[in-house]
């Protein structure tokens, strides 16, 4: 009889399990590679408890810059990218490493310097120019240097602007190698330009004599994409929780969350995911 009241109440118990509306439980937890500058915004903080609460899956993410992200991708160190480098997204998919990216959300680029503003960048709207006009006045100028979405989108800007800065480096343009708080920190500290996602910027507290003086120029829209690393090429990965990570970001109810997301009353991201291939 003992016997059989316990394999009722095991049967009983299996069935109640069942029927819970319970999130699922996961292996490990879901390893997300994102940069910095989604890290330092505050962003995470915000956004994980709220897919937590919704999915059950704990989420580890590793800050670094876009590159090194995607490199940790690419040897199967994570199970899916948020970073912000379009082409660069673009190829890691094309050779193979990543599958479903989708573009989740959008911000800027702001061009910061001292107060004093030695190279008169206030008012100018024109990055390229602004970048032309540091150059011109040897004033100092901190890079990330790095190999992050913002360092990247940097030297395409310097590129663009025909200024060659590994000329300038170790002179007046310095190379902090460090994330976007850090790389702040350091221009903050000698009164120098330097280029930052404006979330970033926003939710830094050391400006000291900094301030936005450029910004508004279209060639400083920045696009961030989610990409799951592909099942396929390691096999090991935790895609059941990417996918449940990508979907949930990309549906209404992450797409809001993001939204949401402010600081001193301020948004700093805006969700923009189309389901669109290539976007």
């Given amino acids: 009889m003992k016997s059989l009241t316990r394999a009722t109440l095991f ?23 994102s940069t910095t500058s ?33 490199r940790l991708a690419r040897n199967g160190d994570a199970d899916a990218l948020l970073v912000h480098d379009p082409i660069a997204e673009k190829k890691f998919v094309a050779d193979g490493y990543g599958v479903d990216r989708r573009r989740i959300m959008y911000n800027d680029f702001v061009l910061v310097g001292p107060k004093q503003d030695p190279s008169r960048l206030a008012g100018q709207s024109d990055v ?11 004033s100092l100028f901190v890079s990330r240097g790095d190999d992050s979405g913002t360092h990247r989108a940097e030297r395409r800007h310097w590129a663009t602007a025909n200024v060659d800065i590994a000329a300038a480096s170790g002179k007046w343009y310095r190379e902090a190698g460090a994330g976007m708080g850090a790389t702040l920190n350091i221009a903050s500290g ?5 280029i930052s996602d404006r979330a970033t910027w926003l939710s830094f507290r050391n400006k000291g004599n ?5 910004d508004g120029d279209p060639r400083l829209f920045n696009q961030y994409g989610v990409i799951r690393v592909d099942p ?13 990570f990508v979907e949930w970001l990309s549906a209404p109810e992450g797409q809001n969350a993001v939204a949401r ?14 389901k669109r291939p290539g976007s």
């Fill in 210 to 214: 900094l301030k936005i003086l450029v």
């Fill in 261 to 274: 997301f402010q600081i001193q009353g301020k948004q700093l991201f805006f969700p923009n995911h189309e």
């Fill in 232 to 244: 396929n090429r390691h096999p090991h990965v935790n895609d059941r929780a990417a996918r449940a």
């Fill in 128 to 138: 390229l120019a602004a970048l032309r006009m540091i150059a011109d006045k040897r």
């Fill in 190 to 194: 000698i009164d120098a330009y330097v």
């Fill in 11 to 33: 049967l009983l118990a299996i069935t109640l399990v069942g029927l819970s509306k319970s999130p699922p439980t996961f292996a490990r937890d879901f390893l997300l590679a």
């Fill in 38 to 70: 989604t890290e330092n915004s505050g962003l995470f903080a915000y956004l994980l408890p709220i897919f937590e609460a919704k999915s059950g899956i704990k989420t580890r993410v590793i800050a670094v810059g876009t590159g090194q992200a995607l």
